[in-house]
Antibody, heavy 121, light 107 residues
Framework: QVHLMQSGAEVKKPGASVRVSCKAA????????IHWVRQAPGQGLEWMGW????????NFAQKFQARFTMTRDTSISTAYMELNRLRSDDTAVYYC??????????????WGQGTTVTVSS | DIQMTQSPSSLSASVGDRVTITCRAS??????LNWYQQKPGKAPKLLIY???SLQSGVPSRFSGSGSGTDFTLTISSLQPEDSATYYC?????????FGQGTKLEIK
């Protein structure tokens, strides 16, 4: 069964960093881009970026470029996102998701369960 | 960035009603438009991709149409389990922006 399993909730202080993992199962990890999407409490969805697990290439939304890193470890079929210099408005649920069709821009059909990141002093 | 504007922001309808949600892009995105359903506390679920293609396993009462800048999601006969928030998303160009969402309530 195809699924993505994310790491657990995090509580961080402003200025700290957070890393969230996303472990893929049930398909060839290197065959599909992984996207990161976040959702602040009571708000809509915000696309952050994607990583090509095969090459490691990435594409970020400009607003996150200075603080946001996506990496992967193909040996364990896991993608990571790291957000640095956290602010209170980074408090959100962070989702990883897999593109529907390999290397085609047709949305994301498999989603992780979400990781709540709370930034509070 | 491509801006996506959904309307209405919220609506209330009865079981069996036909419901339409619209999404407008700030520029031509051809048919590179997706629709998601999200229920509280859950991850989004892909309903429609490429404007009108029904994702596997999604009930046929859901349909999508449109191209260019104007798109619609239609639920032909509303069911109680369709209570959710619906989002459009363009994947024509990065950043892959979402609409602000439409909250659908069952009367």
């Amino acid at each position: 069964q195809v699924h993505l399993m994310q790491s657990g909730a995090e509580v961080k202080k402003p200025g700290a960093s957070v890393r969230v993992s996303c472990k893929a199962a049930g398909y060839t990890f290197t065959g599909f881009y992984i996207h990161w999407v976040r959702q602040a409490p009571g708000q809509g969805l915000e696309w952050m970026g994607w990583i090509n697990p095969k090459s490691g290439g990435t594409n970020f939304a400009q607003k996150f470029q200075a603080r946001f890193t996506m990496t992967r470890d193909t040996s364990i079929s896991t993608a990571y996102m790291e957000l640095n210099r956290l602010r209170s408005d980074d408090t959100a649920v962070y989702y990883c998701s897999r593109e529907l069709l390999s290397h085609l821009p047709y949305g994301m059909d498999v989603w992780g369960q979400g990781t709540t990141v709370t930034v509070s002093s | 960035d491509i801006q996506m504007t959904q309307s209405p922001s919220s609506l209330s309808a009865s079981v069996g009603d036909r419901v339409t949600i619209t999404c407008r892009a700030s520029q031509n995105i051809n048919m590179i438009l997706n629709w998601y359903q999200q229920k509280p506390g859950k991850a989004p679920k892909l309903l429609i991709y490429a404007a009108s293609s029904l994702q596997s396993g999604v009930p046929s009462r859901f349909s999508g149409s449109g191209s260019g800048t104007d798109f619609t999601l239609t639920i032909s006969s509303l069911q109680p389990e369709d209570s959710a928030t619906y989002y459009c998303q363009q994947t024509y160009g990065t950043p892959y922006t979402f609409g602000q969402g439409t909250k659908l309530e069952i009367k």
